[in-house]
């Protein structure tokens, strides 16, 4: 099992806290890298912390979260070999596996409820990169990061 990187905006706060609930019942080993209260942050800096964790520990995976999901997706995307994926359904969260070799599941706080998003991160969690035709893709979007 990877180990998982868990941050989000005071915008995600909440389910972060309910999500690290859960990964601590389910004996999945996760490092909280912050917010730890509401106060207001710039989501930029979350996802620079969680996507450095995880390109440096290529056993690893990262989950982040704010309101909507949708900065905090678009600035981990800006990082070199981070594929962040914005879930809002377990099908999306498990093709984000299978398909795009996703590495950062990103949700939103004020969009899914703690029930969804507890079975959107375990279908992510237990999902496997299928490789073939997915990693010639993968690879091409590799190049997009060397080339522009
Ligand atoms: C913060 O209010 C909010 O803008 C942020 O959490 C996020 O939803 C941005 O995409």
Do not use: Q, W
């Amino acid at each position: 099992m990877k180990k998982i990187y868990i941050g989000a905006d005071h915008g995600g706060f909440d389910l972060k806290s309910e999500l690290c609930e859960y990964l601590t019942t389910t004996f999945v080993e996760f490092e909280d890298i912050g917010v730890y209260n509401t106060d207001s942050v710039d989501y930029p800096d979350i996802a620079t912390k969680v996507c450095k964790m995880v390109d440096s520990d290529p056993n690893s995976l990262g989950v982040l979260m704010c309101g909507t999901g949708i900065g905090i997706s678009i600035a981990a995307n800006k990082h070199r070999n981070i594929r962040a994926a914005l879930c809002s359904d377990t099908y999306s969260a498990r093709m984000a596996r299978a398909h795009n070799d996703s590495n950062v599941l990103c949700m939103g706080g004020r969009v899914v409820g703690s029930e969804l998003a507890k079975d959107i991160l375990s279908t992510f969690l237990k999902s496997e990169f299928e490789g073939g035709r997915h990693k010639r893709r993968i690879d091409k979007i590799s190049e997009l990061e060397n080339n522009i």
